[in-house]
């Protein structure tokens, strides 16, 4: 029992650690925040957070692991054809708030990267995998004759291109332009996406489309 109660304490202390170091590095930057300033946050000793990290880049790999697993997690199990917009809504809203949880990734990528290459080709394959999901949905809108054939040498090609050119720069884009990322940014851009698509679908899919809520 004692040695269940302290694995038990160890695993909440970590836990927290990773919850705080997410606030400030959203919020701050990860080149601004140090492990003292975690550990001051959360009111634990700096070796008390040196146990579970011996580096603040470790705290780092944690949090990307964990923003891969809460990618995995909302990515749809299948396209049923008869929710397929929705089901396109539906997985956009929540990987653009995975996104919107672990955004300082995508704003300081390259100093991230600069010192673990690892997390650049993770991050590269996570990105190929996003979008073959997006294009599953768009297999099966053309399957179901919901979105045209292309008209154009490798239109539906470059159309995938642009969707993750925006899903991987959106975050830095409104960080740019406004003062801070909020959930709304989550809204408009998985709204930004799902008009992207009205121009391709046929007259069957623009009546499926207007009767999302």
Do not use: C
């Amino acid at each position: 029992m004692h040695y269940f109660f302290y694995f038990w304490v160890m695993s909440k202390t970590r836990e927290k650690i990773l919850r705080a170091a997410r606030l400030l590095f959203n919020r701050d930057g990860v080149a601004n925040v140090s492990q003292r300033m975690i550990a001051n946050h959360i009111a634990i000793s700096p070796g008390n957070l040196t146990y579970h990290f011996q580096k603040r880049q470790e705290i780092i790999d944690a949090l990307f692991e964990e923003m891969v697993d809460n990618f995995e997690a909302v990515k749809p199990k299948g396209q049923a054809v008869e929710s397929v917009l929705p089901d396109l809504e539906k997985w956009l809203k929540a990987m653009y708030k995975v996104q919107f949880d672990f955004r300082f990734i995508p704003t300081n990528f390259a100093f991230i990267t600069y010192s673990n290459q690892a997390i650049k080709k993770a991050y590269a394959k996570l990105a190929k995998a996003r979008g073959e999901v997006f294009n599953s949905f768009i297999d099966v809108l053309i399957s179901e004759n919901l979105m045209r054939d292309q008209e154009l040498t490798n239109e539906y090609e470059l159309f995938l291109k642009r969707f993750q050119l925006l899903s991987d720069h959106w975050v830095l884009n409104v960080q740019n332009i406004e003062e801070e990322v909020s959930l709304k940014h989550t809204r408009e851009y998985t709204q930004n996406v799902m008009q992207s698509l009205y121009p391709y679908l046929t007259e069957k899919g623009k009546k499926k489309f207007n009767q999302l809520a």
